[in-house]
């Protein structure tokens, strides 16, 4: 059973759409690293059925615009848990352009049946005024409010994992409530961290586990 969508392939060959893949159930997410987005995808994988119900729900990256898309060309606010108010990286933003965001993309769900979604970027600048211009690398982590439906609703940026990230941003800003995670004692600026990812549930911890790769 195939079914084609057009509309995924903006670049054209450069998209690179399906360089990354990751399946949880009946939720599928799909990187295109090459426009720096990831497209998240819901089917009935009810294998008697003919009917495949493939149905695009969401888009992520700096310039997707459909009304479930979520766009991080605005990623930061001054306030606690505020992501839409900027795009400045001194300020804890975070954006996709050029990062090869999507290179890699790992989906799981919470103990409620919530998605959860890792996404590397490891083309990621360092955040807060750093140095590193490019291929820091960075992980992107995504919250959902859909066990109801299953359908990447109430989608969210919850954290960002890469150097420069330490939640001590100029302005006072905190997009992300302190959760980010600072890499720069842990990665090289080359390493292109987020070139891999994994993100697993934990039941008897009820707690998350993510596995990111750089290149060195």
């Given at each position: 059973i195939?079914h ?5 392939n903006e670049?054209?060959?450069?998209s690179f759409f399906?360089?990354?893949v990751?399946l949880h159930?009946g939720?599928l997410a799909?990187?295109?690293r090459g426009d720096?987005?990831?497209h998240?995808?819901?089917f009935?994988d009810?294998?008697?059925?003919s ?6 729900r969401?888009s992520?990256?700096?310039s997707v615009?459909g009304?479930?898309d979520y ?7 001054e ?9 400045s990286y001194n300020?804890g933003?975070?954006?996709?352009t ?5 290179y ?5 769900a919470?103990?409620?049946g919530n998605?959860r979604?890792?996404?590397g970027a490891?083309?990621?600048q360092e ?7 490019s ?5 992107a982590l995504?919250t959902?409010?859909?066990a ?6 109430g ?5 960002v994992?890469?150097?420069?990230y330490?939640?001590d941003y ?5 997009p ?5 995670i600072?890499m720069?004692?842990?990665t090289?600026?080359?390493?292109l961290?987020g ?7 934990d039941s008897?911890?009820g ?8 290149s060195?």
């Amino acid at each position: 059973i195939s079914h084609e969508f057009d509309t995924m392939n903006e670049g054209g060959s450069s998209s690179f759409f399906g360089s990354s893949v990751s399946l949880h159930g009946g939720r599928l997410a799909v990187g295109a690293r090459g426009d720096s987005e990831v497209h998240l995808f819901t089917f009935n994988d009810d294998v008697t059925s003919s009917d495949l119900e493939l149905t695009l729900r969401a888009s992520i990256g700096d310039s997707v615009t459909g009304a479930n898309d979520y766009n991080l060309g605005s990623t930061y606010g001054e306030d606690d848990g505020e992501n839409s108010t900027g795009d400045s990286y001194n300020a804890g933003g975070f954006q996709s352009t050029g990062t090869s965001f999507g290179y890699g993309v790992s989906l799981s769900a919470d103990a409620d049946g919530n998605a959860r979604l890792a996404v590397g970027a490891p083309g990621a600048q360092e955040a807060n005024g750093g140095t590193c211009n490019s291929n820091c690398g960075a992980v992107a982590l995504f919250t959902f409010t859909d066990a109801t439906d299953q359908d990447f609703s109430g989608i969210r940026l919850a954290a960002v994992i890469g150097e420069g990230y330490d939640n001590d941003y100029n302005a006072s800003a905190n997009p992300r409530s302190g959760k980010d995670i600072d890499m720069g004692l842990i990665t090289d600026p080359t390493d292109l961290f987020g070139i891999s990812v994994a993100l697993t549930y934990d039941s008897a911890l009820g707690t998350h586990r993510l596995a990111g790769l750089a290149s060195q």
